[in-house]
């Protein structure tokens, strides 16, 4: 029942920006966490960022903070994540993920997960 479906990624030259957008359908979006994700080719999926069910906190990995920005749209039931100044080293699979309320960066802790979408910056 539980959908996330990615999209805006793209290929963005180096220091340009990107927006990419996680809509949700199946279940009480306004109620849960969501969280951004990121995989590397040959690398782990690590956290990106992370936003409360209240919209009220954000959390961010040192690699973005302060370049980017997670927000929500509980009406439009969609999650953003806004990247500014993209470096290569952000090329990446990002994917968007839920939990239901309680506020977590890990990744186990999230079980409900998009199919990604592709962000590729050249140098």
């Known amino acids: 029942q539980v959908q996330l479906v990615e999209s805006g990624g793209g290929l963005v030259q180096a220091g340009g920006s990107l927006r990419v957008s996680c809509a949700a359908s199946g279940f009480a979006f306004s109620m849960y966490c969501m969280g951004w994700f990121r995989q590397a080719p040959g690398k782990e999926r690590e956290f990106v960022a992370a936003i409360s069910w209240s919209g009220g906190s954000t959390n961010y990995a040192d690699s973005v903070k302060g370049r980017s920005t997670i927000s929500r749209d509980n009406t439009k039931m969609t999650v953003y994540l806004q990247m500014n100044r993209l470096k290569p080293e952000d090329t990446a699979v990002y994917y968007c993920?839920?939990?239901?309320?309680?506020?977590?960066?890990?990744?186990?802790?999230?079980?409900?997960w998009g199919q990604g979408t592709q962000v590729t910056v050249s140098s």
């Open positions: 993920a839920a939990r239901f309320r309680d506020y977590d960066v890990r990744i186990s802790e999230y079980p409900y």
